[in-house]
């Protein structure tokens, strides 16, 4: 029998499936990719919290980007840019970070094309994801934003998981807690 979790987003709701990461703890797993219809109403949910001036949204590669697209459309934007994970072979002077996140056994390199980063030199930016959950991928990306000489002007998740709930400089939509195995062999809300 497997276990789930329900978010609701708006009007939408979504039953994710518990899975373990480690022996002792799981996560509710959510994926955006594939999910038109969620994308553009977390989209539209989180542009509404958008009452100041910005020049480009930044997303890291991969799950971000749906929504970093619908993003752009909901504010007007032609244009954003995506933080990738390897260097590719059309980049010129790309700035490498490195990165760990929850759901990452290894350690992940974050790369923003030189190009990119020359378009948001001086510029204010909006960075979004799709879950926000230790932080450790956010704060590769303020690094490499950083190096670029971006400013960054807001942080916007769909779901913040876990502590991430307490942070107070990122805007989401709904939280997502961690799972623990509790006394009878379930995933349980870990406190």
Known sequence: MSES?????????????????KSDLAIASFVLLGDAELAHVAAVELSKAIDFEFDYIVTPETKGIPLAQEMSRQTGNSHYIV?????????????????SAITTATPQTLVLDGKDAKIIHNKKVLVVDDVISTGG???????????????IVGKFAILAEGQAEQRDDITFLATLPLFKLDGDGHWAVSN
């Open 137 to 151: 991928s956010l704060k590769a990306v303020e690094k490499i934003l950083f190096q670029a000489g971006a400013h």
């Open 83 to 99: 933080i990738r994970k390897n260097v590719k072979s059309y980049m010129t002077s790309p700035l490498v970070v490195k990165s």
């Open 5 to 21: 979790y329900q978010i609701s987003i708006a009007k939408l709701k979504r039953d994710l499936p518990i899975v373990p990461i």
